[in-house]
């Protein structure tokens, strides 16, 4: 693991929790407590990653995630999930998110950012035989990407440059066209330096191992090889948030 992609931040809200609107109205759903017995969608298979925000909820807000109903669910099958009354609530991200409050089934109650700031969305890997066996090409590599990196924090972290042409590039790659919905997507933070920390993702395994889903924990920091970022760094100049 060389790189964070993107670093959930305590405003995010490219991802969350989502409320029927009719259980809002009724009052079944008044807090994150009444989770509890509700049919909840998530993204992943149960023990994978929405089991995690789950939990991480439960225990920031008082509720136990095993007493709800789990059930995955495709991304793309959510946004009439939500609308045919299928599931109470689930966990998605964008353009799903922006999709169902669209239609008015459902409100996100609860971001990723309120739940666990600090946890990388996506993680950039290498391959180890690269960098050990190519290690000009796989700095070059990281200095691009830090690069790119820093193009993304100035425009929609530190906003002293204007987004327009980030969403142009999303725009262009990616199935979101609406730039008000890249905005909502794009809510992250990166280190303009690469720095990662590995605690969140010590956090992940920890629970991985409480739910099964890995059966031997290990030394998370040997998953990470910090030293390409310090290098390219080095060669393009630090950046000081």
Do not use: C
Not at 10 to 19: E, K, Q, R
Not at 86 to 100: C, E, G, H, R, W
Not at 226 to 237: E, F, N
């Amino acid at each position: 693991l060389v790189g964070y992609n993107a670093i959930t931040t305590p405003d995010s809200v490219a991802a969350g929790f989502l409320v029927r609107t009719d259980l809002l109205a009724s009052g079944r759903w008044k807090t994150p407590k009444d989770f509890e017995g509700m049919n909840f969608g998530i993204v992943t298979p149960v023990g994978g990653m929405s089991d995690v925000y789950l939990d991480r909820a439960g225990q920031k807000y008082g509720f136990d995630y095993t007493k709800i109903n789990r059930t995955f669910l495709p991304f793309n099958q959510m946004p009439a999930a939500m609308a045919n009354k299928a599931v109470d609530a689930l966990y998605t991200f964008q353009p799903s998110v922006s999709l169902i409050e669209s239609q008015g089934s459902g409100k996100m109650e609860l971001t990723t950012g309120q739940i666990f700031a600090g946890v990388p969305g996506e993680i950039f890997s290498m391959s180890p035989s690269f960098g050990q066996q190519q290690p000009e090409a796989a700095i070059r590599v990281m200095a691009a990407y830090l690069r790119g990196q820093r193009d993304v924090w100035h425009a929609i972290v530190k906003k002293d440059a204007s987004a327009d042409d980030i969403y142009k590039i999303v725009a262009n790659h990616t199935p979101l066209k609406d730039p008000a919905l890249i905005a909502k997507a794009l809510t992250s933070t990166q280190d303009p330096n690469g720095h990662m920390d590995t605690a969140p993702v010590s956090f992940v395994q920890d629970e991985f191992v409480k739910f099964g889903t890995v059966k031997q924990k290990i030394d998370v920091s040997q998953l990470f090889d910090q030293s390409l970022a310090d290098a390219a760094v080095q060669r393009i100049g630090r950046v000081n948030p």
